[in-house]
C-alpha cells in the first residue's frame, strides 16, 4: 500500500513540474534567503527541493549544495535552472532512506514547503537530524495546521489538501527537541512564488542549532 501511494505522490509531482514553467518560480524562498544570509557558508542539503530555486540560489552564494525530491521532472529542471546560473548542485532523485547522505555531513539541512507524507514524516525528520554536523542549522518554512481557512478564502495559495501534512509550532519542537530553538512560530505570510504560492498563507517557521 505505501508504494502505491508513494507512486501516485510522484506521479502528481512529475505532472506538476512537467509544464515548461517553474511552479514556484526561479527566485529563492525569502525565509530561506533571509536566514542564509546570517550563516556561515558549507555544505547544505535540500529536501524535496522541486524545481531548485532555492537549491541554486544557495550555490550562487557559494554553498557546495545538495538536493533530493521524489520528482525526476523537478530534477530536470533544477539541472537546467542551475545550468542557466553557471552553478553545480548534486540533485539525487528517490526516497530519503534509499539516497546514502553519510551521518553528520551537512552544515545545513533547508526544507522550504518540504510536505512529507504523516507517516513517513517522522522518520524522515529524524533521519534527516542524523545528516546534520553538530552545531548545524535547519531552516524550515511550511504551511501550518490552520492554512486550509486560507486556502478556502484563496485557493492559489497553494500547499496541501490534506491536513495531515500540514505542520505545527509544536510538532517541530518535540521533533527537534536536540536543538537550541533560534527562531520557531506560528505566524501568517504573504507569498508571490511562481503560480503555486500566491497571496496569504498561515505558516510555520523554524531555525534551530544542533546542540
Known amino acids: 500500500m505505501k508504494e502505491k501511494i508513494m507512486d501516485a505522490w510522484t ?11 517553474y511552479a514556484y518560480g526561479k527566485t529563492p524562498n525569502l525565509y530561506l534567503a533571509e536566514k542564509l544570509e546570517n550563516l556561515p557558508v558549507g555544505k547544505i542539503l535540500y529536501g524535496a527541493e522541486g524545481e531548485g530555486r532555492n537549491a541554486v540560489y ?19 529542471k533544477a539541472m537546467r535552472l542551475a545550468k542557466e546560473n553557471q552553478v553545480e548542485i548534486d540533485y539525487k532523485n ?17 526544507l522550504i514547503y518540504a510536505h512529507f507524507p504523516k ?8 533521519l534527516l537530524d542524523t ?11 511550511a504551511f501550518r495546521v490552520g492554512h486550509e481557512a486560507y486556502q478556502k478564502v484563496n485557493p492559489n495559495v497553494g500547499g496541501p489538501q490534506q491536513k495531515d501534512f500540514l505542520l505545527s509550532e509544536k510538532e517541530l519542537k518535540e521533533t527537534f527537541s536536540n ?21 496569504k498563507g498561515g505558516v510555520v517557521r523554524f531555525l534551530g542549532k544542533k546542540m
Not at 544557495?58 to 530536470?76: L, N, P, T, Y
Not at 507517516?119 to 529524524?126: A, G, L, P, V
Not at 553538530?134 to 518554512?141: A, D, H, Q, R, V
Not at 530553538?181 to 503560480?195: C, K, R, S, V
Open 58 to 76: 544557495a550555490a550562487k552564494k557559494g554553498w557546495e549544495v545538495a538536493a533530493f525530491d521524489i520528482s525526476e521532472e523537478g530534477r530536470k
Open 11 to 21: 506521479e502528481k509531482w512529475n505532472t506538476k513540474f512537467s509544464t515548461e514553467e
Open 179 to 199: 536543538y537550541e530553538i533560534i527562531e520557531l512560530l506560528e505566524t501568517e505570510t504573504m507569498l508571490n512564488e511562481g503560480d503555486g504560492h500566491i497571496g
Open 131 to 141: 545528516y546534520l554536523k553538530s552545531g548545524g542549522y535547519i531552516i524550515l518554512e
Open 119 to 126: 507517516n513517513i514524516r517522522e522518520t524522515y525528520h529524524k
Open 94 to 110: 528517490g526516497l530519503l532512506p534509499t539516497l546514502g547522505y553519510k551521518p553528520q555531513s551537512f552544515d545545513a539541512i533547508a
